[in-house]
């Protein structure tokens, strides 16, 4: 009977984190080594994206960002240089904005491709339409990076975290966190920082 | 077979109503537009509040003094950090003599003038107000607590018995029942 509470317990755990509309974003979500979840999430050029579009990808950045944040606005230029620098070696930047706009308007799909085409974003930008993805990645913050393997067994977690350590001067960076793990993983050698942190906006629900 | 389904029920109750509160408090909180972060530049004119980078700050984070510290992160740009304020500045006037705020800015340089500074006069901000600028978060994030994952609001309150660290926002209502635990 114990076993049946718990792994009841367990299952009801399991449906709320899948049915609730928004789950909170602290209690899971991936781990180093988990297998991510693909998406068809609308892009800014109105066609919907998925990861399995890029067959010959090697991986993906797939950032969390939006336009309101200054944390995000801060990161802009440095992820059109990551997309810039990597696309060509195989993982692209997929960009995902995981807020509302009915709570921040500032990241409406009007306002985003406003912001892309400023900027002259290089990758697709995408809106996380009702909230579903965002939660099962476990992304708190943004901007909030996941850079994911493509293997056999599906796409695979292999950092979380921040891009670089300074998000004020991109010239004072000594550490580039997520260069760095991209460029282990392209070499198959082991990512030596897996997770880092950062200050960052929440996420609005 | 009934057991579990009850347990089922009544986890499904307290779940979704934490679940509520969370999203009501999440829903409240907003950034400023991009617009402001690019348009205002870093006045020249000396800022009020003291500037530290971590190494300087962490001092703060181990007063041995007889009061309960209660060390609030807060950002203009963040709206559910200024939702609290007053009930931290509420909690630092009531109890003077046994509790000390220091409210920690994260903003950014280029508000500190333009944003932080008017913020904190036009609200009349009497708790001690400092700014913490370093921007190697991955090393001082986890210095400050363990299982801080970044987020703001977040406050950490602790006298010379114990400390507790909570990434979240409060109620005036909670702020007091935590500070009780320090207090009694």
């Known amino acids: 009977m114990k076993t049946f509470k718990i792994l009841g317990l367990f299952a009801l755990i399991l449906s709320l984190g899948a049915f609730t509309l928004s789950p909170d974003p602290m209690d899971d979500g991936y781990k180093i080594g988990d297998i991510a979840t693909d998406f068809s999430l609308k892009n800014i050029d109105g066609n919907m994206v998925s990861l399995s579009d890029y067959d010959s990808a090697k991986g993906f950045l797939v950032i969390f960002t939006c336009n309101t944040c200054p944390y995000a606005v801060a990161y802009e230029d440095r992820i059109i240089a990551l997309d810039e620098q990597y696309k060509s070696k195989g993982v692209p930047v997929i960009a995902i904005n995981p807020n509302n706009p009915d709570v921040q308007s500032g990241d409406s799909f009007e306002k985003m491709k406003q912001r892309a085409a400023d900027k002259g974003f290089t990758f697709p930008y995408l809106l996380d339409e009702g909230q579903e993805i965002f939660p099962q990645y476990g992304a708190t913050r943004t901007p909030h990076v996941y850079l994911l393997e493509k293997t056999s067994q599906g796409n695979v977690v292999r950092y979380i975290g921040a891009i670089d350590d300074n998000y004020q001067d991109a010239s004072k960076v000594e550490d580039t966190f997520v260069e760095d793990a991209v460029d282990a993983m392209l070499e198959g050698q082991e990512i030596e920082v897996k997770t880092t942190r950062a200050i960052g906006c929440t996420i609005k629900v | ?184």
Not at chain 2, 5 to 10: E, F, M
Not at chain 2, 63 to 68: M, R, S, V
Request: with cysteine; proline share 5%.
């Open chain 2, 1 to 184: 077979m009934k057991n579990l389904l009850l347990l089922g029920v009544v986890s499904l109750i307290v779940l979704s109503s934490c679940k509520n509160k969370d999203e009501k408090e999440e829903a409240e909180d907003t950034a400023v537009e991009s617009q402001v972060a690019e348009n205002q530049s870093t006045n020249e004119e000396a800022v009020k509040f003291p500037i530290y980078n971590f190494e300087n700050f962490e001092p703060l984070l181990h007063k041995e003094g007889d009061k309960t510290y209660v060390v609030n992160f807060w950002a203009t740009w963040c709206k559910p950090c200024i939702a609290e304020l007053p009930y931290f500045e509420k909690v630092n006037a009531e109890q003077k003599d046994k509790v000390e705020v220091i409210l920690v800015s994260l903003d950014m340089p280029n508000m500190w003038k333009s944003r932080l500074e008017p913020f904190v006069e036009n609200k009349g901000i009497k708790s001690e107000v400092v700014i913490l600028d370093d921007p190697k978060q991955n090393d001082w994030i986890p210095k400050v607590a363990e299982e801080w994952g970044g987020g703001i609001p977040a406050t950490l309150i602790y006298n010379k018995d114990k400390r507790n660290f909570y990434e979240r926002g409060f109620t005036y209502e909670e702020l007091n029942t935590e500070l009780n635990k320090f207090l009694n």
